[in-house]
């Protein structure tokens, strides 16, 4: 069956970085685009970055752009989110996913197929 496993998650402080995995198997890794996402308290699941599955492209949201890095090693069927300049309001459960590489958008979370079950980025201030 396919998983997808997160680490890297933990509690750090304002300013500054940590970087996440997220391990799949159990599906062909270049056949899916990856997704970050992440949920705080009492929200809704929110977009981080996706990274296509060629690793050419990739999206960012505004909250994040500049300070957080997607990337993937297809050779390790691995995504990695490097997260520097972490401010309190990144606090949150991140989960990667998974999104069929013919799918044309990769922002909405309703086109991801396959999700982690999340590791908790605690940023104090």
């Known amino acids: 069956q396919v998983q997808l496993v997160e680490s890297g998650g933990g509690l750090v402080q304002a300013g500054g970085s940590l970087r996440l995995s997220c391990a799949a198997s159990?599906?062909?890794?270049?056949?899916?685009?990856m997704g970050w996402f992440r949920q705080a308290p009492g929200k809704e699941r929110e977009f981080v970055a996706a990274?296509?599955?060629?690793?050419?492209?990739?999206n960012y949201a505004p909250s994040v752009k500049g300070r957080f890095t997607i990337s993937r090693d297809n050779t390790k069927n691995t995504v990695y989110l490097q997260m520097n300049s972490l401010k309190p309001e990144d606090t949150a459960v991140y989960y990667c996913?998974?999104?069929?590489?013919?799918?044309?958008?990769?922002?909405?979370?309703?086109?991801?197929?396959?999700w982690g079950q999340g590791t908790q980025v605690t940023v104090s201030s």
């Open positions: 996913a998974a999104n069929a590489r013919d799918s044309s958008d990769v922002i909405m979370r309703y086109n991801y197929e396959y």
């Open positions: 159990g599906l062909t890794f270049t056949n899916y685009h």
């Open positions: 990274i296509r599955w060629t690793g050419g492209s990739t």
